[in-house]
């Protein structure tokens, strides 16, 4: 007997192996990308038990190849030779037309390549969600907050006339 799929999982969509939440809150996400990740067998299992930290990390694009920063990927407790350095740099794989778009917006001032989530697709290759993205200034985090309240207030009070 076969089990029912949701639509997430249909659509590829999974519970991520890492999350960086700080991300959505510390910038303004201006484009997605979707980038395919190099990785060494024991960083593969490990991040198939979700060992990953995806806080503090960044993109950087050289020599026309991009390279995920900062990520730090567990050690894999069953690897053999101690299984691979947890902070190295990984290879993200784009395509050209990507990579070219990519580095005409990280030219001018204040664009950075973040990572949002890093996951697994429906084929069971290992991905980043990459965004360029703007800082945000701490002004813009109290508005952004202030927004946010207002609306789940509003929804609040809609949600008690409706039930009538």
């Known amino acids: 007997m076969m089990a029912r799929m949701s639509k997430k999982e249909k659509k590829g969509f ?23 990740l190099e990785l060494r067998g024991s960083e593969v299992k490990s991040l ?4 990953a930290d995806l806080s503090g990390s960044y993109a950087r694009l050289e020599k026309g ?4 920063v900062g990520a730090k990927v567990a050690p894999y407790a069953m690897a053999r ?20 778009r990519i580095s005409t917006k990280l030219e001018q ?3 950075t390549l973040v990572p949002l989530r890093l996951y ?32 789940r207030d509003l929804a609040r009070d809609m949600k008690k006339y409706s039930r009538r």
């Open 120 to 151: 697994f697709n429906s084929r069971g290759l290992a991905k980043v969600e990459l965004a360029l993205a703007q800082g945000k200034r701490q002004y813009d985090k109290r508005k952004t907050i202030t927004e946010r309240s207002q609306k």
């Open 48 to 51: 198939r038990s979700s060992a």
């Open 109 to 111: 001032r204040g664009f």
């Open 65 to 68: 190849e991009c390279w995920l």
């Open 81 to 100: 030779d101690g299984g691979h350095d947890p902070t190295r740099k990984r290879k993200l794989l784009l395509h050209k037309a990507e990579l070219h």
């Open 14 to 36: 999974s519970n991520p192996a890492a999350a960086n939440k700080k991300a959505y809150r510390d910038f303004t996400l201006v484009e997605k990308f979707e980038a395919g």
